[in-house]
């Protein structure tokens, strides 16, 4: 393990002085054999690939093509979720109406083309991860991201805190290595109770989970896993984002209701992932929805709660419209932003500039990403970088593409 100097805002030798320690960051990190540094090329590719097979499988083009059949009806159904999931019930029912009226007049290119379109996001990927599995056979340095070197330097800096809320520990098909071994370092440090958003995707995702967990020297008395009613058109057939909710036995016998959320990143995701930089800041409206969803949820978990914690990656820029729209939200509930001011955690431009995970598009355009909420006033608030030693830098600066943010309350 990496072991790094401690920050004096966390010392040891203040440990009687702090009540409360908490650490929220996205790892960015994936199963093993999974990559995370090509995400979307990756995905594009899958669809090209999806679409080779169809094209050179006449089978395939039969049973999707060729009227009723347990394959394209399947494919159909598949596409008609994908729809609801992403626009809403009244646009899944109605081309679920289309769906079975093609199949009632014998119109079978309408239910083809709907079939399709299910099969294509079915098969995007599996597609898309036998062609990680051949590349990093084939060229493994197009894909290196130092995942088992960033999560022995993120295991070393567990010991600092009292609870971690983790966004993109994901896995995918329950290959939940990775996530092991973040659990034991925990419990090596300290952090003897884990929870987390579990192995296995969530229906219509067929890939991976949404990569939430929670490490606490403290009990965790109760969880909740909660799924977005609305997901985006681009991702809902890998992932489900969704939020994690735990309830931990207090140092002081009160209950802390921890809510800690990833969103979708909106289409900047997919620009930034092709080489291109938007010519300006663009709001996340599915992101800002999705919060103010399940903070509604939250209301009613951590209902009679000593103290309650609102973090994660929300994909929100801090003084963003979407984010005072969320702090208006989040006010309501008794719930501030414990680092107002707080430094990007993003795109960062000052040393050391993360490059290995960071597209090219997104390296100095910096952005406060990761935020921490409480209806309790903090004593301390900074940014962790998440520092790579410097001898290291020519192989990963940082753990992540994101710094974490760390929040003491006494």
Same mark, same amino acid.
Request: hydrophobic share 45%.
């Given at each position: 393990?990496?072991?790094?100097?401690?920050?004096?805002?966390?010392?040891?030798?203040?440990?009687?002085?702090?009540?409360? =320690?908490?650490?929220?960051?996205?790892?960015?990190?994936?199963?093993?054999? $999974?990559?995370?540094? @090509?995400?979307?090329?990756?995905?594009?590719?899958?669809i090209?690939?999806?679409?080779?097979?169809?094209? %050179?499988?006449?089978?395939?083009?039969?049973?999707?093509?060729?009227?009723?059949?347990? @394959? $394209? &009806? &399947?494919?159909?159904?598949?596409?008609?979720?994908?729809v =609801? =999931?992403?626009?809403?019930?009244?646009?899944?029912?109605?081309?679920?109406?289309?769906?079975?009226?093609?199949?009632?007049?014998?119109?079978?290119?309408?239910?083809?083309?709907?079939?399709? $379109?299910?099969y294509?996001?079915?098969?995007?990927?599996?597609?898309?991860?036998?062609?990680?599995?051949?590349?990093?056979?084939?060229?493994?340095?197009?894909?290196?991201?130092?995942?088992?070197?960033?999560?022995?330097?993120?295991?070393?800096?567990?010991?600092?805190?009292?609870?971690?809320?983790?966004?993109?520990?994901?896995?995918?098909?329950?290959? #939940?290595? +990775?996530?092991?071994?973040?659990?034991?370092?925990?419990?090596? +440090?300290?952090?003897?109770?884990?929870?987390?958003?579990g192995?296995?995707?969530?229906?219509?995702?067929?890939?991976?989970?949404?990569?939430?967990?929670v490490?606490?020297?403290?009990?965790?008395?109760k969880?909740?896993? /909660?799924?977005?009613? *609305?997901?985006?058109?681009?991702?809902?057939?890998?992932?489900?984002?969704?939020? /994690?909710?735990?309830?931990?036995?207090?140092?002081?016998?009160?209950?802390?209701?921890?809510?800690?959320?990833?969103?979708?990143?909106?289409?900047?995701?997919?620009?930034?992932?092709?080489?291109?930089?938007?010519?300006?800041? =663009?709001?996340?409206? *599915?992101? @800002?929805?999705?919060?103010?969803?399940?903070?509604?949820?939250?209301?009613?978990?951590?209902e009679?709660?000593?103290?309650?914690?609102?973090? $994660?990656?929300?994909?929100?820029?801090?003084?963003?419209?979407?984010?005072?729209?969320?702090?208006?939200r989040?006010?309501? %509930?008794?719930?501030?932003?414990?680092?107002?001011?707080?430094?990007?955690? /993003?795109?960062? #431009?000052?040393?050391?500039?993360?490059?290995?995970?960071?597209?090219?598009a997104?390296?100095?355009?910096?952005?406060?990403?990761? +935020?921490?909420?409480?209806?309790q006033?903090?004593?301390?608030?900074?940014?962790?970088?998440?520092?790579?030693?410097q001898?290291?830098?020519?192989?990963?600066?940082?753990?992540?593409?994101?710094?974490?943010?760390?929040?003491?309350?006494?």
């Amino acid at each position: 393990f990496f072991h790094l100097p401690r920050s004096p805002a966390i010392d040891t030798t203040t440990r009687t002085m702090v009540k409360l =320690r908490l650490l929220t960051a996205n790892l960015c990190m994936i199963s093993p054999g $999974g990559c995370v540094r @090509l995400a979307v090329p990756l995905g594009l590719m899958g669809i090209v690939f999806a679409v080779l097979l169809l094209l %050179l499988l006449p089978p395939l083009r039969a049973g999707l093509f060729g009227g009723p059949s347990f @394959l $394209g &009806a &399947a494919c159909a159904l598949y596409a008609v979720e994908g729809v =609801r =999931r992403c626009k809403g019930t009244i646009w899944g029912a109605s081309i679920a109406f289309f769906c079975v009226f093609g199949y009632w007049r014998e119109r079978y290119l309408l239910t083809g083309v709907l079939a399709a $379109g299910g099969y294509i996001f079915l098969a995007l990927a599996p597609c898309a991860q036998l062609i990680t599995s051949a590349t990093r056979r084939l060229r493994p340095d197009l894909i290196y991201d130092a995942q088992s070197e960033r999560l022995k330097l993120f295991c070393s800096l567990l010991e600092s805190y009292d609870i971690v809320c983790l966004q993109e520990v994901t896995t995918f098909w329950g290959r #939940d290595g +990775h996530a092991t071994d973040i659990r034991a370092a925990g419990a090596k +440090h300290g952090l003897q109770h884990f929870c987390s958003s579990g192995l296995w995707p969530v229906w219509p995702s067929t890939f991976a989970t949404n990569g939430l967990c929670v490490l606490s020297r403290f009990p965790i008395t109760k969880t909740r896993n /909660f799924t977005f009613s *609305m997901q985006s058109w681009f991702e809902w057939s890998f992932v489900q984002r969704g939020a /994690f909710m735990a309830e931990l036995e207090g140092p002081g016998g009160g209950r802390i209701a921890i809510l800690n959320a990833h969103t979708t990143s909106g289409v900047e995701v997919l620009e930034s992932g092709v080489g291109r930089r938007p010519d300006a800041p =663009r709001e996340n409206p *599915m992101g @800002l929805s999705q919060l103010v969803e399940v903070l509604e949820a939250f209301a009613e978990f951590s209902e009679g709660a000593s103290q309650k914690i609102f973090c $994660g990656d929300f994909n929100l820029p801090k003084h963003s419209l979407a984010f005072h729209i969320l702090q208006a939200r989040a006010k309501a %509930l008794g719930l501030h932003d414990c680092f107002p001011d707080s430094p990007p955690t /993003f795109g960062c #431009d000052d040393e050391p500039r993360e490059a290995l995970l960071t597209k090219v598009a997104d390296r100095g355009n910096p952005k406060v990403l990761d +935020h921490v909420f409480s209806d309790q006033r903090c004593a301390s608030a900074r940014v962790e970088k998440m520092e790579a030693p410097q001898d290291r830098w020519h192989e990963f600066q940082q753990v992540s593409d994101h710094r974490a943010v760390a929040v003491c309350w006494e």
